[in-house]
């Protein structure tokens, strides 16, 4: 007995989403924080990880539910009475996909939310300014600054 399709599909995308993050975790940039440099807000960054995935999967739920209950409403006929259970069928494919529209709705939302959140956590540290020395030699004296 072989796998079903979407329990494969399943399978194969949450091995590429787990080979992603610890492909991401172990690039050399991922480790700018301890050579001085970084993101402004890491936390951040990891909510709008967060909010996104939970976007981005319930648009996929979202979208399976929608295409799930799209035929069901396709065995009713417009010249005769439809019998109870082609109209229960009915009814529980209009409800179906309601709820895979709430879903997209949903994940949508939460992809909006988790974008802007990774762009502003994800911007580097503001750097502080660097030393600054200055001389300035006059005819009648001299003076010299410095500025850290």
Not at 40 to 47: A, C, D, E
Not at 48 to 61: K, M, P, W
Not at 83 to 99: D, F, K, P
């Amino acid at each position: 007995m072989s796998p079903s399709p979407r329990c494969l599909f399943s399978k194969v995308a949450l091995a590429c989403l787990v080979a992603t993050v610890v492909h991401v975790t172990s690039l050399p940039e991922a480790h700018a924080e301890e050579e001085g440099g970084g993101m402004q807000s890491p936390g951040l960054f990891g909510v709008g990880l967060l909010f996104s995935g939970i976007g981005v999967a319930g648009l996929g739920v979202g979208g399976y539910f929608f295409g799930q209950g799209s035929g069901a409403c396709d065995g009713l006929s417009t010249s005769s009475l439809p019998t109870a259970s082609a109209v229960e069928t009915c009814r529980a494919g209009v409800i179906q996909q309601v709820g895979g529209v709430l879903g997209m709705v949903g994940g949508g939302i939460f992809v909006i939310a988790g974008v802007p959140m990774i762009a502003v956590g994800a911007t580097p540290e503001d750097d502080p300014p660097a030393p600054r020395i200055g001389l300035s030699i006059q005819p009648t004296g001299a003076t010299f600054q410095m500025e850290f």
